[in-house]
């Protein structure tokens, strides 16, 4: 996976944070100490690890955690907040209406490459897109932009010596085009022929959008680079490209932050569908492996039902019944399936399976209440043998099945009493969990 190293050290230092009991401010220091190691050696720039890391701090000492959120959840949402801010903020939406757009970039920055996948965007999204090649720096780099173009079934155009020109030609040519994506030269620097070539471009063409592309491996030149384009043609959106191989990337990756446009479109493979509109979330959750933090969070919020929170307060006053466990149960079920809901949560790794396991442990006890008086519900010590046969026969369960619920409910409830007092101040949602044996 893209960065695979920062998501596995990002994981890895956040996993140490959920595996403490509390957060203090030498927990918080020590993940920042992580989080800057594991940053600059993705190559993300001095300057902005530091800041970033200083806004985490400041936040996670300092801001009160969201009501239902524990310090700890409130430590992970603020990082995961954060690094979605520092990776994009924006989603790369496109506006799927006629337009031009200029690719810009140095050479073998995978210019051609992506404008054939945004061509390619642009039909699969039904507009007509043209290729229009306007390196004429190379020979090669004309046929390969018509190449490109005959393989997508896009029309193309790449023709002349003078790159203003043959954009010009091509405007009138393919008038009838919804979305013309102009391909540039580039050279192995931003030297004053380019950038005077890429200007006059700029005024023949006239571009709605103007695309820097940069390569993930680019390294601490992303930076410097990123604004000597921004500051000759303006910028209005960045494609990374060559996502798929490289283990660093970071500063490309925050050069959206440099030149202040955002990161639209990420490349991640030779081919021409190897190209992914760029989203910060689903990036930033992928990148610390914590499946969809941000709906884990909103399903937390949405789980805070009236019955849950009277059973999580049963729970730790030693009043738990079989009824909150029968609550719990169906609060679990209304977040979705169980094995999405653990890819949710944070530092929870379970070995294959077991999500399914529990999960038809789940719908088995649920069965087995189901068959359980009200009254047997509210108070399970009433459950001797003979209704522990009744019970079974009633659900079409074994007995021992049902034995099995009686035993983790007897478990749990003893648990609570132990743990009591000291977790009351734990949410609502890291109560859940650690019900069902995840830790948060
Ligand atoms: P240009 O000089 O900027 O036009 O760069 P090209 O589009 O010709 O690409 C240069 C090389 O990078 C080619 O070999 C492409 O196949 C390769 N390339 C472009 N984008 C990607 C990508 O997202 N992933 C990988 N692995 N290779 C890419
Ligand atoms: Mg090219």
């Known amino acids: 996976m893209v960065l695979d190293k920062l998501g596995a050290a990002l994981s890895e230092a956040l996993r140490k944070v959920t595996g403490k009991g ?33 806004r985490i701090r400041e936040k996670v000492l300092n801001e009160k955690p969201s009501v239902g959120l524990t310090a700890k959840e409130h430590m992970v949402k603020t990082v995961y907040d954060e690094l979605v801010n520092f990776l994009g903020r924006e989603t790369g939406s496109v506006e799927l209406k006629r337009q031009k757009i200029l690719l810009v970039g140095l050479y073998g920055s995978g210019k051609s490459t992506s404008a054939a996948k945004l061509a390619r965007f642009f039909t699969k999204k039904g507009l007509k897109p043209a290729l229009v090649g306007c390196d004429t720096f190379r020979p090669a780099a004309q046929e390969q932009v018509l190449q490109l173009g005959r393989q997508i079934g896009v029309p193309s155009y790449a023709q002349g010596d003078d790159p203003a020109k043959t954009a010009a030609e091509a405007i009138k040519k393919f008038s009838d085009r919804e979305v013309i994506i102009f391909d540039s030269a580039g050279r192995n620097a931003l030297d004053a022929e380019l950038a005077e070539e890429l200007k006059n471009l700029r005024d023949a063409i006239k571009p709605d959008e103007v695309f820097l592309v940069i390569p993930a491996d680019i390294g601490q030149v992303a930076g410097k680079q990123s604004e000597e384009f921004a500051k000759l043609v303006g910028i209005t959106g960045v494609i990374v490209t060559k996502m798929d191989g490289t283990a660093k990337g970071g500063a490309a990756l925050s050069s959206c932050s440099i030149v202040n446009a955002p990161i639209k479109f990420i490349g991640v493979g030779e081919k021409v569908d190897e190209f992914e509109q760029y989203d910060p979330k689903r990036f930033v959750s992928r990148l610390i492996g914590y499946g969809d933090l941000q709906s884990l969070i909103e399903k937390a919020e949405e789980i805070k039902s009236p019955e849950l929170t ?114 009351l101040k734990r949410g609502g949602f890291a109560q859940l969990a650690r019900q069902f044996g995840m830790r948060m």
């Open 22 to 54: 509390f957060v203090d401010k030498s927990v918080v220091d020590e993940f920042i100490r992580d989080l800057q190691r594991a940053l600059l050696q993705a190559d993300v720039d001095v300057k902005l690890v530091f800041d970033l890391s200083s």
């Open 310 to 423: 009277k059973s999580a307060e049963n729970m730790m006053s030693g009043k738990y019944s079989l009824q909150d466990f029968y609550e719990q149960i169906e609060s679990i079920k209304k977040m979705g399936p169980l094995k999405q809901v653990m890819q949710m949560i944070p530092g929870l790794k379970l070995p294959d399976g077991m999500a399914d396991v529990q999960e038809k442990q789940m719908v088995k006890w649920k069965t087995a209440m189901d068959s359980m008086t009200a009254k047997e519900k509210l108070s399970p010590e009433l459950i001797e043998a003979s209704r522990i046969k009744r019970i079974a026969k009633g659900s079409g369960l074994k007995e021992d099945e049902v034995k099995e619920l009686m035993k983790h409910y007897d478990r749990t409830k003893k648990m609570m009493k132990i743990l009591g007092g000291k977790n």
